[in-house]
C-alpha cells in the first residue's frame, strides 16, 4: 500500500505525521521524502545513508555546423527552451521539460542530447526502515522529474509512505499519483481551512481515498471540523497543541520516541487506512 502525506500550506506537521507513522509501523516500511526543495524527514530519522546517486534529465544540445535554422525545433518547444533568432539558434537548457521533441523533428539531426543536473537521491535506512529522498539542486525550477525519479523507488512489496511537497501545485501531484490514500494534514485556522479546500479538491480530481488528521487541534476554530462533516472526510487522528511535543520536535526528536503512548495512536491511524482502503 501506498500513502501519501499531504498538506495543503506547510508547517502543518506533515513530516511529523509521516515519519512517526512510519517507525510506529516498523518492519516491511519505506519512507520517501518528495519534498525534495526542503526535506526533512532525515532530521528526525537520522538514516544512515548508503547510496548517493546525481540525477540528471536530457536537455538539447546543437550542432551549429549541421543546423540550418529552419526553425522546426522552436516551433514544437511549447516551453521556449529552443529559439532561432537572425542566424543563431539558442538554447535555454533551465525552461526544457526533456519532451525529446527538438531532436524529432530536426532534418538534419543537428541536435543532441546532454545531461542537466537536476540534484541527488540519498538512499539508506534507519533500523530497518528503508529511507529514500531527493535533494533539489539550488537554482534549479522543475522538481517534478527529480520527484519522480524519487518515486520510482517504490517498492510493490513494503508499506510505502510518502512525505509529499505542501501545496497543491505540480510536485504535490506528481508525489501523490498512484496512491492508495491521501492523509491530508491540517490545523483548527482559517488559513488551515483555505489551504485544506484546495488539497481535497486536488485529491478529487486524482481519485484517491482520503483522510484527516488535525494537529494542535485544542487552538483556533471548529470550521476545519464542520467542513470535514459536509464533505463526508473522517478525522483519523488529533494531535493536540502540546509543549511536550513541540520540545520533542525541536530536538529533532520523534513523538513515538519521546512519548511511547503515541506509537499505539500511529498504529490506530494505521489500521482505520487499512479499513478504508480495504472497503474501497
Given at each position: 500500500?501506498?500513502?501519501?502525506?499531504?498538506?495543503?500550506?506547510?508547517?502543518?506537521?506533515?513530516?511529523?505525521?509521516?515519519?512517526?507513522?512510519?517507525?510506529?509501523?516498523?518492519?516491511?516500511?519505506?519512507?520517501?521524502?518528495?519534498?525534495?526543495?526542503?526535506?526533512?524527514?532525515?532530521?528526525?530519522?537520522?538514516?544512515?545513508?548508503?547510496?548517493?546517486?546525481?540525477?540528471?534529465?536530457?536537455?538539447?544540445?546543437?550542432?551549429?555546423k549541421k543546423c540550418t535554422l529552419c526553425g522546426k525545433c522552436a516551433e514544437i518547444c511549447q516551453f521556449?527552451?529552443?529559439?532561432?533568432?537572425?542566424?543563431?539558434?539558442?538554447?535555454?537548457?533551465?525552461?526544457?521539460?526533456?519532451?525529446?521533441?527538438?531532436?524529432?523533428?530536426?532534418?538534419?539531426?543537428?541536435?543532441?542530447?546532454?545531461?542537466?543536473?537536476?540534484?541527488?537521491?540519498?538512499?539508506?535506512?534507519?533500523?530497518?526502515?528503508?529511507?529514500?529522498?531527493?535533494?533539489?539542486?539550488?537554482g534549479e525550477a522543475m522538481s517534478p522529474p527529480l520527484i519522480r525519479k524519487v518515486r520510482s523507488f517504490?517498492?510493490?512489496?513494503?508499506?510505502?509512505?510518502?512525505?509529499?511537497?505542501?501545496?497543491?501545485?505540480?510536485?504535490?501531484?506528481?508525489?501523490?499519483?498512484?496512491?492508495?490514500?491521501?492523509?491530508?494534514?491540517?490545523?483548527?485556522?482559517?488559513?488551515?481551512?483555505?489551504?485544506?479546500?484546495?488539497?481535497?479538491?486536488?485529491?478529487?480530481?486524482?481519485?484517491?481515498?482520503?483522510?484527516?488528521?488535525?494537529?494542535?487541534?485544542?487552538?483556533?476554530?471548529?470550521?476545519?471540523?464542520?467542513?470535514?462533516?459536509?464533505?463526508?472526510?473522517?478525522?483519523?487522528?488529533?494531535?493536540?497543541?502540546?509543549?511536550?511535543?513541540?520540545?520533542?520536535?525541536?530536538?529533532?526528536?520523534?513523538?513515538?520516541?519521546?512519548?511511547?503512548?503515541?506509537?499505539?495512536?500511529?498504529?490506530?491511524?494505521?489500521?482505520?487506512?487499512?479499513?478504508?482502503?480495504?472497503?474501497?
Amino acid at each position: 500500500m501506498i500513502i501519501s502525506i499531504a498538506s495543503g500550506k506547510g508547517g502543518t506537521g506533515k513530516t511529523t505525521v509521516a515519519t512517526n507513522l512510519a517507525v510506529s509501523v516498523g518492519s516491511n516500511v519505506q519512507i520517501l521524502d518528495c519534498d525534495v526543495e526542503e526535506p526533512n524527514a532525515h532530521l528526525f530519522l537520522d538514516p544512515v545513508i548508503s547510496e548517493t546517486e546525481r540525477i540528471t534529465t536530457p536537455v538539447p544540445e546543437v550542432d551549429e555546423k549541421k543546423c540550418t535554422l529552419c526553425g522546426k525545433c522552436a516551433e514544437i518547444c511549447q516551453f521556449k527552451a529552443i529559439i532561432v533568432i537572425a542566424e543563431t539558434i539558442l538554447t535555454f537548457p533551465e525552461m526544457c521539460h526533456s519532451c525529446g521533441g527538438c531532436l524529432e523533428v530536426c532534418p538534419v539531426n543537428a541536435i543532441s542530447e546532454k545531461g542537466r543536473e537536476l540534484g541527488v537521491i540519498e538512499r539508506g535506512n534507519r533500523n530497518g526502515l528503508e529511507f529514500i529522498h531527493g535533494r533539489l539542486r539550488v537554482g534549479e525550477a522543475m522538481s517534478p522529474p527529480l520527484i519522480r525519479k524519487v518515486r520510482s523507488f517504490t517498492n510493490p512489496e513494503m508499506l510505502t509512505i510518502i512525505d509529499a511537497p505542501p501545496g497543491t501545485s505540480c510536485p504535490v501531484i506528481t508525489s501523490m499519483k498512484g496512491s492508495d490514500f491521501v492523509l491530508l494534514v491540517t490545523e483548527p485556522t482559517p488559513f488551515g481551512l483555505h489551504d485544506l479546500m484546495l488539497a481535497v479538491e486536488a485529491v478529487k480530481v486524482l481519485g484517491i481515498a482520503h483522510g484527516l488528521v488535525i494537529n494542535r487541534s485544542d487552538i483556533g476554530d471548529r470550521q476545519v471540523y464542520d467542513y470535514a462533516q459536509k464533505e463526508a472526510i473522517p478525522v483519523l487522528m488529533e494531535i493536540p497543541f502540546s509543549r511536550n511535543i513541540a520540545e520533542a520536535y525541536s530536538r529533532g526528536e520523534l513523538i513515538v520516541d519521546a512519548m511511547p503512548v503515541w506509537r499505539e495512536m500511529f498504529l490506530k491511524l494505521y489500521t482505520r487506512i487499512n479499513q478504508i482502503v480495504a472497503r474501497g
